[in-house]
């Protein structure tokens, strides 16, 4: 039986969310997902739904994925939040795990099931 999922999904490709929609049914989740690409549909969503993860791109057009994590802080809820790119600069990736962030490259299934299987267990 597929695990229940909602996921919040802070992305400006809609070709890249199918993709996201696909690991998940394939990793047996049942996701319901909603797709956001502007801080503020990411505050309002984070306001008026419930949400068991938000998955979040690196670069967004006017934010990245540290201000997703702040909204996310401001919501007041404890949201596991994974970052996922096609491409992490070297000082990107510095700044991303030394804030212990959860990440993946965008396109490596196992890595991205990896890491959402841990954010909704609550691991580091």
């Known amino acids: 039986m597929p695990k229940p999922l909602r996921v919040l999904l802070v ?3 809609e070709r890249d969310a199918a993709l996201l929609k ?3 049914r394939r990793g047996g ?12 549909d990411l505050e309002a969503q984070l306001r008026a739904g419930t949400w068991d993860l938000v998955v979040s791109d690196f670069n967004l057009p006017g934010f990245d994925a540290f201000a997703t994590m ?3 802080k401001e919501s007041g809820r404890e949201i596991p939040v994974v970052v996922l790119s096609g491409d992490f600069s070297p000082a990107a ?16 299934m196992s890595a991205i099931m990896a890491i959402i299987e841990d954010a909704t267990r609550g691991d580091a």
């Not at 989740?29 to 503020?40: K, L």
């Not at 990736?93 to 490596?108: H, P, S, V």
Request: zero cysteines; charged letters at 30%; hydrophobic letters at 35%.
């Open 11 to 13: 992305e400006d490709s």
């Open 22 to 24: 696909l690991y998940l």
């Open 29 to 40: 989740y049942d996701a319901q997902v909603q797709r956001v690409d502007t801080r503020g």
């Open 70 to 72: 702040q909204a996310v």
């Open 93 to 108: 990736l510095e700044e991303i795990r030394a804030a212990g962030i959860r990440y993946a490259y965008k396109g490596d």
